[in-house]
């Protein structure tokens, strides 16, 4: 939910339904039913099982009573359960409930087939909905679809078959793409709340009293990004890389990672473009002393909307950070734009992932939306949508041509049943 003023209201909505494009699309297959996923504790638990009669005992966790999709009714359903020794939800079970009971815990019955699948543990029981949820909305799955799948289907692996193990790199790849661009759009709000807030951009860098970088604008934004406990336990009267702070820096925040690196790689996934003619200035502000903020956002002029002209919609205001170079994300260093910008899939450049037409780029405009940039796009044309007040003309059917349709992507992430043209059922899990 948005709480915000007249034009982060306007990004909020715009932010719902800005694009993804066709490159982290999947292969030629049917989505024949899917669930929302829950992160990072499952719906349900499985607290007792009868392997011998083919039966178990499902409870509903805290999370359970909330959407309405996991009210558990008697008939067939599904069960994700994780592989032995496994955390994530990464196999379905077809199972009837056989009978409601108090509490929202439920009686199931399984087939012999998923006698070794089954065990006590994290789970999640409910009837999904048909096709994928997020392109034709949620509708029920007919109990025929249900019935007509096999005992276990089981997250889509490699097993020697490279098409699939193809298709499985492709359906990561889709997922990564959707929560980098979910990144990028609670960034790009962010953004908008501070400068409502404080009638200023954030700067790129705070410079300590030493004249050295000492603060990011990652940390300055973590307050707009739910993120205010965190924010506190920020000594800004010493520089990021000071003992007390530099412990801070080993800290995930999620929105800060690029789900395209590893789970627990801390490192900062997304930076400015800084430079005098960029939406980042590279002369930041600076504290008189340790103890001058946050006085010291109050003084001085920094980029602001009316110096946007050529208009928030064809600038460029945050990135990824190419997988070459490892930045901790409360340091204060981004991406110079100078004569020598490298432009996309570069090291020093804008960072780019192999997206299925081609290496590509995320990038988020100051407006609030989301576009790919094909990485062999001209770096000449990329430098127009990086300039504030350059003057050029943006080419909106050019940027996204290599992308495909813009479709919408807004949602959470999901857990599908997925058939191919072989009729052969897995699960794919975003």
Known sequence: MCHVSNRSAAVCAALVVVALAAPWAGADERVVMSYPRFTPEPPHRITAVDQGRGEALVEPTHLADGPGFLAVTEGPALLLVPTAGGTGLDQAVRVEVAEVLDGGRARITFPRAA??????????????????????????????VIRGLPDVVKQAGTGGDPARGAAADRARAAAQGRRSMNNLKQICLAFH???????????????????????????????????????????????????????????????????????????AGYAVLVGPDALFSPEGLRMQSKDDFPACLTRGRRPFFQDVTDGTSNTIAFVTVPAERTIPWTKPEDIVFDERFAGIGK??????????AGPAALVAFADGSVHVLAADKDPAEVRKLITRAGGEVVEYDEIDSRAGRVVNSAGPPLVKIVVGDDGAYRLEVE
Request: aromatic residues 10%; proline residues 13%.
């Open 347 to 356: 090291p020093t450049g804008i960072g780019a992932v192999e997206a299925g």
């Open 115 to 144: 006698s070794e699948v089954v065990a006590r543990g994290p789970a999640l029981l409910g009837r999904p909905f048909a096709g994928d949820i997020m392109a034709g909305g949620p509708a029920p799955v007919p109990t025929k």
């Open 193 to 267: 709340n501070y400068a409502d807030a404080n009638r200023s951009f954030p700067p790129a860098v705070v410079f300590g009293p030493d004249g050295k970088p000492w603060h990011s604008w990652r940390v300055l934004l973590l307050p707009y990004l739910e993120q205010a406990e965190l924010y506190q336990q920020y000594d800004f009267s010493q520089p990021w890389d000071s003992p007390d702070n530099a412990k801070l820096a080993a800290r995930i925040v999620d929105v800060y990672r690029d789900p395209a690196r590893k789970a627990d790689d801390p490192a």
